[in-house]
């Protein structure tokens, strides 16, 4: 009889080992990503494939890792078997952080209050609104970037930042808004009844009771979007120059080029990106669910 | 700030935009100036309605109104025509358009079939409580973290047939070489297979929520009763994921629908357009032919989808919530 008198739920070791051949079997391709970044090009393009990080182990799988790429995204000029060569990543990998950081700050200023308005002051038609928000975000991207392509292009917002960072607050909006709904809806009111008749003003209840209440539930929002925002690529292969350029529309036309892509480096890119991410996932697994459905469902 | 070159401002579509730019600006200042201090509601909510109605709102009427004329984007719009519905007329009886919708529907199928089994198989596994599950749940849950782009690149280079780790793999153990990206079904099963392994652990996540949710004293009575595996599957464990499977089908299709980064960056579409999805077709028709209005109209059939299955989506999501 599984699990005995204990509950089903329960298991042992025994389970551990299986499931831990199993993700490590589905976590193989990032694994490969962090190998591949300790690796010098043609330790990246060796047959048979490179696994073991130990050079003192004689064995043509073994390579010995370097921190060459990780160099390479933060300095210009990448040099690799004595040729520099000129990468641009330190600026890609700038512009990311500035884009996906103010436009995520600035949706979370937004959206907060547009969160709070939702849940505490309903508007006639309430649920119009927020169907239509969150269609917004459930649009193919391809739908809206042709005329937004049109309007950056008559506005001269095509290329800056002004113009990237204010779509990627209106890409952050719907996600932001629903999320943060999700948070104050959960709120008990009996606290902000008894300020209210205690005299406290409505901003203040926003400020003093509420808002300390959703803290974590602000951090989520953040970090989600900024993920989200990382990796958003249609908009900025559209509607990025090449000054303001953000990582994957850099990473996506190395792939494109014609010269060796530079695995090596990509896979530092994605290594480094990967720290917040676990981070994520460990710290924040309690609202990963809500995160991923853009605050729709809660548990 | 804004660099407006004076000359197309003379040009007719950019008198609408101005126009209704403007009026936009003034009906949303007019509502904010309206509530004050009379509603809190309106007040909170108007900047953000402001922002996504000039981010996403207007773009899609303005967009509306192209997908009744001749537009171009790379051309002068002298020669701008109304044309009235001919737009949907050609794309609905586009021979091109129903094939790239069937190569989006087999993708559809396919890759959230996928990933409904994969995920609920992952959910199965994570239900139970071991020593480590944390870290082990962190290592299946990554993928769907990274970006598309990075997926795409990377399982590009994968398949990549003569370094490519997963070929290696294959000429290992059947001695040929191994080219997924150069046929068509092998380069619809590559991108299926990158998508499905990306978001697997999405299906998992809502599966392994439904899973949790079972009282544990309904598992103990099924225990004493000695019910089957099976039997005890069918009347204690699903219905209580049923809606959450339910939904993770829908959100998945809506994405799947969607799709366009991976097949961009594995196939670009190829061999030949045997793996262009709707999303990628779009991008070609807009972008790399011109056809700006054309490509308009398709996209508004594109949005009735969506809003259809959204509408469904939160449909399910309310009862849901009301069950519970």
Wanted: glycine share 8%; proline share 4%; aromatic share 14%.
């Amino acid at each position: 009889m599984r699990g005995g008198r204990r509950g089903i739920r329960q298991a042992g070791w025994g389970w551990t080992g299986f499931a831990g051949l199993v993700s490590l079997i589905y976590f193989l391709p990032v694994l490969w990503i962090i190998l591949t970044a300790f690796k010098t090009h043609n330790d990246a393009l060796a047959i048979p494939p490179k696994v073991l990080p130990l050079p003192w182990i004689e064995s043509s799988f073994s390579f010995a890792p370097t921190l060459e790429n990780f160099v390479g995204v933060f300095s210009r000029a990448y040099t690799s078997a004595s040729t520099a060569i000129d990468t641009g990543f330190d600026l890609f990998f700038f512009n990311s952080v500035l884009v996906a950081g103010v436009s995520v700050l600035l949706a979370l200023a937004i959206g907060t209050l547009a969160a709070y308005g939702f849940s505490r002051y309903p508007l006639r038609g309430n649920d119009t609104y927020l169907f239509i928000i969150l269609t917004t975000r459930m649009l193919p991207p391809i739908v809206v970037i042709i005329p937004i392509f049109l309007m950056f292009r008559v506005t001269g917002l095509s290329g800056s930042y002004a113009g990237i960072i204010l779509l990627y607050t209106a890409f952050n909006l719907p996600f932001t808004v629903w999320m943060m709904k999700s948070f104050f809806d959960e709120l008990s009111r009996d606290v902000e009844d008894a300020a209210r008749l205690d005299g406290s003003s409505e901003r203040r209840i926003f400020l003093k009771i509420c808002l300390p209440q959703v803290k974590a539930g602000l951090a989520a929002t953040a970090v989600f979007g900024l993920i989200l925002t990382w990796n958003e690529f249609l908009f900025a292969l559209l509607l990025t120059g090449v000054e303001t350029r953000t990582v994957p529309v850099a990473m996506a036309q190395t792939i494109g080029g014609d010269i060796g892509v530079r695995w090596g480096l990509l896979a530092a890119i994605e290594t480094l990106f990967l720290v917040p991410i676990f981070l994520v996932t460990f710290l924040l697994q309690h609202h990963l669910l809500r995160g991923v459905t853009f605050g729709t469902i809660k548990r | 700030m804004f660099v407006i070159p004076t000359s197309i401002l003379a040009l007719p579509i950019d008198i609408a935009f101005w126009v209704s730019l403007g009026a936009a600006a003034v009906v949303a200042l007019a509502s904010v100036v309206n509530a004050w201090g009379r509603h809190y509601g309106p007040l909170l909510v108007a900047p953000a309605l402001a922002l996504l109605f000039v981010m996403n709102l207007f773009p899609l009427m303005w967009s509306f109104g192209l997908s009744f004329f001749n537009y171009r984007a790379n051309r002068a719009t002298a020669g701008l025509k109304f044309i009235g519905l001919d737009n949907y007329a050609n794309v609905l009886t586009d021979v091109d358009v129903w094939h790239r919708l069937q190569t989006t529907a087999i993708v559809v199928i396919l890759t959230v079939g996928v990933q409904m089994i994969v995920g609920f198989l992952l959910a199965l596994l994570f239900e139970r409580d071991f020593p480590g599950r944390r870290i082990l749940l962190m290592l299946v849950l990554t993928p769907m973290m990274l970006s598309y782009v990075a997926v795409g690149a990377f399982f590009r280079y994968y398949y990549e047939p003569t370094f490519g780790l997963l070929s290696q793999a294959v000429r290992l153990f059947t001695g040929e070489t191994f080219t997924p990206l150069g046929s068509p079904v092998g380069a619809m099963l590559a991108v299926v297979f990158a998508d499905a392994w990306m978001w697997s652990p999405f299906v998992m996540l809502l599966v392994l929520a439904g899973l949790v949710s079972v009282p544990k004293y309904l598992y103990e009575a099924a225990e004493i009763d000695r019910a089957s595996w099976w039997r005890r599957f069918t009347t204690i464990t699903f219905p209580y994921i049923r809606s959450l499977l339910l939904l993770a089908l829908l959100f998945r299709t809506i994405e799947a629908f969607k799709l366009f980064d991976v097949v961009f960056l594995i196939t670009d579409g190829g061999p030949g357009t045997s793996t262009e999805t709707i999303g990628v077709f779009v991008y070609r028709v807009a972008f790399q032919y011109f056809r700006t209005s054309q490509s308009s109209a398709l996209v508004y059939i594109l949005l009735f989808v969506v809003i259809v299955l959204t509408n469904l989506y939160l449909y399910f999501v309310n009862r849901r919530n009301q069950e519970a």
